[in-house]
């Protein structure tokens, strides 16, 4: 049974979950046979009986049968299981629906009018009474006509999604009924969705940690597929496959200019199954051919380092996510470094930064290594639940630090958690995520699957996270060194999930857990570079302070641990001074570096009580319309209302739509009755498709939003035209050789790109960039060319130099043209291969390991 992102773990003697058991893993073919039957019986109170549906030619058809399932299916599973019962009456259902689909379908609209609900779309209308009781049947026939109009919809569409993105595809964009389920379960909460056969597939992969396929780690860069990191023990390593190759080809397929999502599943399938890679090296003079056999490829999801310095002994365990055997990888990491130690370990650094969460089951067995007793998470939904400490190995003779940050959420939340409710470990970092609800996944026929959330989780403490998140005992905000006063505290800011969109309230009756968030200990900043994804930063802030606490508390403990020893804040309390003056030293680089280079102030003020900051948007800098590629600048102005100086002040504009970058300005210190301008400018999008912008404009104080909500900007996207582009790319100008239109060794030759503008609009800009696909045997010009403008009908040829080696060694050579603009929707990507002809004709082989 799958169960991400903290997924609720269904156990086999708690009758209530048997249900949820048989439908994820068809365990009980009598309950199977039973559900198929009722559904039958709806199907037929619906339709009439089942056989005439079937022969009918004024019948609904079996796409119609199909979409009647399915969605009956996902309605049952909804009534019966969501977190919040109140929230999916029928009626509430419909609503939620109709009014939630223009998010999804770009040209749709939607409205309530009279207690009734409208929709359309494509030229169709339909609409429905929602204020008032509806029968479940009404509700299955509703969503199914919502479905019909946008089959009609997607079918009269000219481009399909297909053309527009040259992505893959997911098997559920244009299917009519699966828009409308995931419109309605998308405006329950942020994380209950509709899984197509190909999400669920991955999701499958993801958390059972294993999966057919070549064992490489890849990412797209500079429009290449490069190795990011090959697993250990996998083909990929074995056929000596490095960090940093480009895949050229894959098994007949270039990757110059595709998606990632392309790409990955074709090296992705059975074990057993060969796969033909053309791989180029860095240094290599050529690419070269290898062929590769699939294998079952475990991913773990823990790695381990033992430190071993200023005469510490500690274990630094990185868990990337909470996979199928994450806790079984933990444990034996700490058996190994401790048969290496002596037995003993000093300490051990927790690393959850950047874990998206997991199966719960494994969080709570994670938690349970550390943990004697107590509980270690309890679950609300239809019914409460508490998971509890049980015996087994207990790992607690030895001081731990959890390091956490912005991008840990879920699961890793309830290890952070429970082990600093207990006073198990002090908790370094950034505050969490924030997500606190529980997930299930429930398989539906046609291998798809609804993932829905059926809880809510609490800390032993009993404090929910909900929108809030762990917050750190010791909490550093790295400041990126940065030449402008723009997002200083990190992309990633805002992203949480109090401003994801529809997230999950606290339940009836709580008290908002903004209240009850505990507050840091110690705070502190440090500079941080700005790097590329892949290369670590020089120093870690937050691991130097881990390792000062735990060397702390090694020259004072005993040799032998008492029960009273093992508390977090007692070992924050002996190393107290030590982290204080470590953050303070970094706080004021900080502090200087933002007044020598930002000229803003950064010194806490120390306030007594919560400052009223008055932020506004000039409403002439925010369009009522805008277009896709339009730059916005938007000006702000925030006022000190009160009769205190306010220190550490930013201000952010936030989208939850995907597509548009956070911005966010540090102010720095604000005297009484000071008023700060500025602006953020914020790009559209070329390719964006939603019919509404969406932003938020807020304030922070300290790194942390202030309690005033943000002030909502709503703008209305209008469509533009689409600019066209006619390309043609050849060998021109060859030098130097005998055979025309081949290159050959010390040859100079030029690539010509013929481009023509085949409307409807004038083109204000694109750029083209030359790719290298042949390794050192060829020289192309790495200068990028631009045109300026680019009239309807107007045609420019630009031209390439490309020299040849003597040392030739391929019978054909490639060369890649990216084309990107402004006005264009996506890069244009075009690939000319040539015949080569080597000096000395042999065949010649380039090794990988070149």
């Known amino acids: 049974m799958i169960r991400p992102n903290g997924e609720k773990n269904a156990h086999k003697s708690r009758q209530w979950r048997n249900a949820v058991t048989a439908i994820l893993l068809g365990m009980s073919a009598a309950l199977l046979v039973n559900s198929w039957k009722i559904r039958q019986e709806k199907i037929a109170e619906l339709t009439g009986p089942l056989s005439k549906v079937s022969i009918s030619l004024n019948g609904l058809g079996l796409a119609r049968i199909n979409s009647s399932l399915m969605t009956d299916s996902v309605l049952s599973i909804v009534q019966s299981y969501y977190v919040d019962p109140e929230r999916v009456e029928n009626h509430d259902l419909l609503r939620l629906a109709v009014n939630s689909l223009p998010a999804l379908v770009p040209g749709s609209q939607a409205g309530e009018e009279n207690g009734r609900s409208w929709f359309r779309f494509a030229g169709k209308r339909v609409e429905f009474k929602t204020n008032e009781s509806l029968s479940y049947e009404s509700l299955v026939d509703h969503l199914g006509q919502l479905g019909e109009v946008l089959d009609d919809g997607f079918q009269k569409a000219e481009l399909s999604i297909q053309k527009q993105t040259k992505n893959r595809v997911d098997s559920d964009a244009k299917n009519g009924i699966a828009v409308v389920l995931n419109s309605m379960l998308m405006s329950l909460d942020a994380h209950s969705n509709l899984l197509s056969q190909e999400s669920y597939r991955e999701l499958r992969q993801g958390t059972e940690g294993a999966f057919g396929g070549l064992g490489v780690l890849v990412g797209v860069r500079d429009n290449l597929l490069t190795v990011i990191k090959p697993l250990p023990r996998s083909p990929a390593v074995r056929a000596g496959i490095r960090r940093n190759d480009k895949i050229l080809n894959i098994n007949g397929t270039d990757t110059f200019g595709s998606s990632l999502d392309q790409l990955v599943e074709h090296m992705r399938g059975d074990p057993g199954t060969n796969v033909n890679l053309s791989l180029l090296r860095g240094n290599a003079s050529a690419p070269v051919d290898i062929s590769l056999k699939r294998e079952v490829i475990h991913v773990d999801s823990v790695s381990s380092t033992e430190i071993r310095e200023r005469g510490l002994n500690v274990l630094h365990l990185v868990i990337d996510s909470f996979a199928s055997r994450t806790s079984r990888e933990v444990l034996s990491a700490i058996k190994k470094a401790r048969r290496r130690s002596g037995g003993s370990l000093d300490g051990l650094i927790l690393d959850m930064r950047s874990n998206p969460g997991g199966l719960l089951d494994q969080a709570v067995q994670v938690a349970d290594l550390f943990l004697k007793s107590g509980v270690i998470v309890s679950t609300r939904g239809r019914r ?383 750029d083209l960039r030359a790719h290298n696909l042949s390794g050192r045997q060829i020289a192309v010009q790495s200068r990028g060319l631009t045109i300026d403008k680019l009239k309807i009908g107007e045609m420019r040829k630009l031209h390439f130099d490309v020299d040849v080696s003597p040392h030739l060694i391929s019978s054909s050579l490639n060369i890649g043209i990216s084309l990107s603009g402004r006005d264009l929707t996506q890069p244009e990507f075009l690939r000319l291969s040539v015949p080569g002809q080597p000096r000395n004709v042999r065949n010649t082989e380039a090794a990988i390991s070149h």
């Open 384 to 766: 409460e639940e508490v998971e509890r400490a049980g015996k087994g190995y207990d790992e607690v003779d030895f001081p731990m630090v959890v390091l956490v940050n912005g991008d840990s959420a879920s699961a890793s939340e309830i290890v952070a958690g429970a082990l600093q409710d207990h006073d198990r470990a002090i908790v370094i970092g950034q505050p969490t995520f924030g997500k606190g609800s529980v997930q299930t996944i429930f398989e539906l026929p046609e291998e798809r699957a609804l993932k829905l959330t059926i809880a809510r989780y609490y800390t032993p403490a009993g404090r929910s996270i909900q929108n809030v998140g762990i917050i750190p005992d010791v909490w550093l905000q790295p400041v990126y060194r940065d030449a402008a006063n723009d997002n200083l505290f990190g992309s990633y800011r805002y992203k949480n999930e109090q401003f994801l969109r529809n997230h999950l309230k606290v339940a009836g009756g709580e008290q908002d857990p903004t209240a009850l968030a505990r507050t840091s200990t110690l705070k502190g900043y440090y500079l941080q570079d700005r790097l590329g994804e892949d290369e670590p930063q020089a120093k870690d802030r937050e691991k130097e302070i881990a390792l000062a606490i735990i060397k702390k508390v090694k020259s004072v403990r005993s040799s032998k641990t008492s029960g009273a020893d093992v508390r977090a804040m007692h070992w924050l309390g002996l190393a107290g001074p030590e982290v204080s003056s470590l953050t303070t030293k970094y706080s004021r680089e900080v502090a200087k570096w933002l007044h020598d280079k930002q000229k803003v102030a950064w010194e806490d003020q120390g306030r007594k009580s919560d400052p009223v900051l008055k932020i506004e948007v000039e409403k002439d800098s925010f369009p009522q319309k805008v277009s896709p590629g339009m730059d916005i600048s938007i000006r702000w102005r925030i006022e000190n209302m009160t009769t205190q100086p306010v220190g550490r002040v930013s201000v952010f504009a936030r989208s939850h739509q995907f597509g548009i970058d956070t911005k966010e300005a540090l102010v720095g210190r604000m005297l009484p009755g000071d008023i700060r301008t500025g602006s953020f400018k914020l790009v559209i999008p070329s390719n964006w498709e939603e019919d509404t912008l969406t932003l938020r404009v807020g304030g922070a104080i300290d790194a942390w939003p202030i309690s005033a909500p943000p002030q909502e900007l709503v703008a209305e996207v209008i469509p533009r035209e689409v600019a066209k582009l006619s390309t043609a790319l050849r060998l021109v100008q060859e030098t130097g050789g005998q055979l025309p239109g081949v290159l050959e060794a010390s040859e100079k030759a030029r690539i010509e790109v013929e481009v023509t503008n085949s409307g409807p609009m004038d083109l204000s800009r694109v």
